[in-house]
């Protein structure tokens, strides 16, 4: 179990942050501890030789299970229990530092709105997009992707696939223009709530209330040693 000091700790990671060059950096840190910021990285089998792995740039750094809770009308109330989730957790666990709801929901809600739908990803070469690592870097330079890979440990990889093009084009756009505060932000969220589950009872039951009862209509959470069972099992892939 993680105590809040800990995590108090951890969000220095964030703290350490002065420029938007330093976002990478910290982002990777983050990503160590679980906390997936902006999109999903990854290694997979490259479609194309079954022989090697592939790094893999993904949508992702949304926290609502699907796109459509930040964008469809009908899921207004959803986001309405959501900021007040955010804004709850965070008194309790970082009180003196500056976490925008308000800003999270917004950078959030754009990452949603740039991915792909399900339904769009099921054809495996919608998502297969080779692409040589300069050429990259030429196309997205908002974010130190350098920096980025070398604190992942990837320092040297020289192609990739982006999965969702316009989703990265889209986060260019993003990291360009949001105030540096409002991504500190995100990120601060994006790390405590991938710590919440680690915590002591009260957050855990705070974490069951918005994740597990408002979705999935469970009334109680499941004994703690299933759980831990389940942390072990996921854990180990």
């Given at each position: 179990?993680?105590?809040?000091?800990?995590?108090?700790?951890?969000?220095?990671?964030?703290?350490?942050?002065?420029?938007?060059?330093?976002?990478?950096?910290?982002?990777?840190?983050?990503?160590?501890?679980?906390?997936?910021?902006?999109?999903?990285?990854?290694?997979?089998?490259?479609r194309?030789?079954?022989?090697?792995?592939?790094?893999?740039?993904?949508?992702g750094?949304?926290?609502l299970?699907?796109?459509?809770?930040?964008?469809?009308?009908?899921?207004?109330?959803?986001?309405?229990?959501?900021?007040?989730?955010?804004?709850?957790?965070?008194?309790?666990?970082?009180?003196?530092?500056?976490?925008?709801a308000?800003?999270v929901?917004?950078i959030?809600?754009?990452?949603?709105?740039?991915?792909?739908?399900?339904?769009?990803?099921?054809?495996?070469?919608?998502?297969?997009?080779?692409?040589?690592?300069?050429?990259?870097?030429a196309?997205?330079?908002?974010?130190?992707?350098?920096?980025?890979?070398?604190?992942a440990?990837?320092?040297?990889l020289?192609?990739?696939?982006v999965?969702?093009?316009?989703?990265f084009?889209?986060?260019?756009?993003?990291?360009?223009?949001?105030?540096?505060?409002?991504?500190?932000?995100?990120?601060?969220?994006r790390?405590?709530?991938?710590?919440?589950?680690?915590?002591?009872?009260?957050?855990?039951?705070?974490?069951?209330?918005?994740?597990?009862r408002?979705?999935?209509?469970?009334?109680?959470p499941?004994?703690?040693?299933?759980?831990?069972?389940?942390?072990?099992?996921?854990?180990?892939?």
């Amino acid at each position: 179990q993680l105590a809040r000091a800990e995590l108090t700790s951890l969000l220095q990671i964030v703290d350490q942050v002065s420029t938007r060059a330093d976002l990478a950096t910290a982002t990777a840190r983050v990503r160590v501890l679980d906390a997936e910021a902006f999109f999903s990285f990854y290694f997979t089998a490259d479609r194309a030789d079954a022989t090697r792995h592939l790094a893999t740039l993904d949508q992702g750094g949304f926290t609502l299970p699907d796109r459509q809770h930040y964008l469809s009308p009908s899921f207004a109330e959803v986001r309405t229990r959501y900021l007040a989730h955010i804004q709850q957790l965070t008194q309790k666990l970082a009180p003196n530092l500056n976490v925008s709801a308000d800003a999270v929901l917004r950078i959030e809600t754009a990452l949603a709105q740039a991915s792909l739908e399900r339904a769009a990803r099921r054809d495996p070469n919608t998502t297969y997009h080779p692409v040589a690592r300069p050429a990259f870097l030429a196309s997205s330079p908002a974010f130190g992707w350098d920096a980025f890979w070398q604190e992942a440990g990837v320092g040297s990889l020289q192609a990739l696939n982006v999965a969702v093009p316009s989703f990265f084009a889209a986060l260019e756009g993003l990291l360009s223009t949001e105030p540096l505060a409002d991504l500190k932000s995100y990120l601060r969220w994006r790390l405590i709530e991938s710590q919440a589950g680690t915590l002591d009872e009260e957050i855990l039951g705070d974490e069951f209330d918005f994740h597990a009862r408002a979705f999935t209509g469970q009334q109680s959470p499941p004994p703690t040693e299933w759980r831990c069972y389940l942390e072990t099992t996921q854990s180990l892939g």
